[in-house]
Every structure is written in structure tokens, then in C-alpha cells.
């Protein structure tokens, strides 16, 4: 990759982006008409100094996640996406690799979601992305890295959690998870970064390895369930949680909400003022 190639043409599409496209604020004293590249940084889930970096050539090969989330936050079509990985000295992932494409469709249903807690994983249960009042809901996903952003990990090594479960419901959990992971498996068999997932599930978690070799039967049609989250600041919130799958990108989109005029809706719309706030300090 020729440095000054990249990093232009990422300042460029920043440049381009009206900060009101992608739910950015702007005060009245605002003079850029673009992202700043803090904002960017912020959208793509990488630091600011890194971009910095990329954008200045001080930084080359970023990562096909790298690249990926920058795709999506900078809202470009499938031309510039393509453009982007080949600026990057990648090659744009094929249908044999599991996407992680938000495409322009699914990403105007999550800005219009922008006050609800959603959450986007895509086949091998991988964070893609989780909105800010999902974040106030559940805790940051920011700093999450490599097996922490992946939902069949955090289950099995039953990493700290605010959704609260019995161990039944819990251990049904973690056998759905992997149920789905296996039937992804079967459907992407080229997938490198799938396959080495998997192995590093297995070597890393007994429980993990135990249903995999089980014979577990395929996972629950019903996607729509209730979930209490032991929220810090307000207290159980009990939501009704639906995973909607969309299908011609084999993204999991996971929406929690509340009947309105709840005791749980009341604590709900509190929790994502909290951490909101909490967020931008």
C-alpha cells in the first residue's frame, strides 16, 4: 500500500460526511463540515491517535477490521468499500467469508433505532456493532478485543454479565450459541478467521469444547424472549429482547425494548440517560 493513497482518501470521505448523517451533535460555533477525525475514530471503534496515524501514513496494513469498520462508519457504497481494501493492500471478503457488512438498508433501520438499545453480531456471533444506548444499558463494548467481542466466548467463559440468567437458562443459552456457530461453520468452510475462532473456543473453554462434540440440536426459531438486566444506576430492568436475522447478510440484530408507560420503560429511558451522559464525560 502507498501510504499517501490510503490515508487521503479516508480524510476525504471524513471530509464528506455530514456529522447529522451518522446521529453525530454539532454546536452552533462548528466550522468543519465533515467528521472530525476523533468522531470517526469514535464511529469505527479505534482510537483517534491510530487514525491519526493512517490518515498522516505514519501507520500502514490496517486490518480487514480495521478497514471494515472504517467502511461502515464513513457510510460507503459497495465500489468505495471495495476501493478502501484495495487502498489497504486487502482484498474485500467474498461469499465464502462470514460479512460483517452493515449494508446502507440495514444501517437506515439502526439510525432510526437510535434510542434503543440495539445490538449487531454477525454469524460467528461477533460484536459488529452496539449503539450508544445499548453500551448504557449493558455496559461499554469499546473496549472490548479479539475473543472478548465475540458473544459465544463471553457466554461460555461466563465473563461478567449484566443480563441476568439461571444457570438452566443460561446453560439452554450457551447450547444455542454454539448450535448456530456449528451450522455457520458448515455454511462458511473456507473461513479461516472462522476456523481459528472455533479452535480457540475449544482450546480455551471445556464447556465450549463439551457442545460442540455434543449432539445438540439446532437452535430455537423463537428469537423473542424477556431478559432482566441488573442495571447498576436504576436497578432490574426487565425488556423484551428479539434477534431479527437478516438473511442476505447473515447479521443477528438483537433490539431490547420496553411496553410503554412500564415501570421498566421508565427505567429503561433512565439507564440510557445515565450511561449516555456517563459516556461523553
Not at 51 to 75: K, N
Not at 215 to 224: A, E, H, V
Not at 248 to 255: A, E, G, I
Request: charged residues 25%; glycine residues 6%; aromatic residues 4%.
Amino acid at each position: 500500500m502507498e501510504a499517501w493513497e490510503f490515508g487521503p482518501t479516508v480524510r476525504r470521505w471524513r471530509d464528506r460526511l455530514a456529522p447529522e448523517a451518522v446521529g453525530v451533535r454539532v454546536g452552533r460555533r462548528r466550522r468543519a463540515g465533515g467528521l472530525r477525525r476523533e468522531e470517526l475514530a469514535a464511529l469505527a471503534g479505534i482510537s483517534a491517535d491510530y487514525l491519526t496515524r493512517l490518515e498522516q501514513g505514519r501507520a500502514a496494513a490496517p486490518s480487514a477490521q480495521v478497514v471494515e469498520s472504517l467502511a461502515r462508519a464513513l457510510r460507503l457504497s459497495d465500489p468505495e468499500r471495495d476501493l478502501l481494501y484495495r487502498l489497504a493492500g486487502q482484498i474485500a471478503p467474498g461469499p465464502d467469508i462470514v460479512p460483517s457488512r452493515v449494508p446502507p438498508s440495514v444501517q437506515r433501520l439502526l439510525d432510526r433505532l437510535s434510542h434503543t438499545p440495539v445490538v449487531v453480531y454477525d454469524a460467528s456471533w461477533t460484536l459488529v456493532l452496539a449503539n450508544a444506548p445499548y453500551d448504557a444499558l449493558m455496559g461499554e463494548t469499546a473496549t472490548w478485543r479479539g475473543l472478548e467481542r465475540n458473544a459465544v466466548w463471553r457466554n461460555v467463559a461466563r465473563l461478567p454479565s449484566r443480563v441476568a440468567h439461571t444457570p438452566r437458562e443460561q446453560s439452554e443459552h450457551e447450547a444455542r450459541l454454539v448450535a448456530d456457530l456449528r451450522l455457520t461453520a458448515s455454511r462458511y468452510p473456507a473461513d479461516r478467521t472462522l476456523r481459528r475462532l472455533i479452535t480457540d473456543l475449544a482450546a480455551g473453554s471445556p464447556r465450549f469444547a463439551e457442545l460442540w462434540d455434543a449432539d445438540t440440536p439446532p437452535p430455537l426459531t423463537d428469537t423473542s424472549r424477556q431478559k432482566t438486566i441488573n442495571h447498576p444506576a436504576v436497578g432490574p430492568i426487565t425488556l423484551d429482547c428479539d434477534t431479527l436475522l437478516v438473511a442476505l447478510d447473515d447479521l443477528r440484530v438483537t433490539v431490547y425494548t420496553a411496553e410503554p408507560g412500564t415501570e421498566d420503560a421508565d427505567r429503561l429511558a433512565l439507564a440510557i440517560v445515565l450511561g449516555t451522559q456517563s459516556l461523553q464525560l
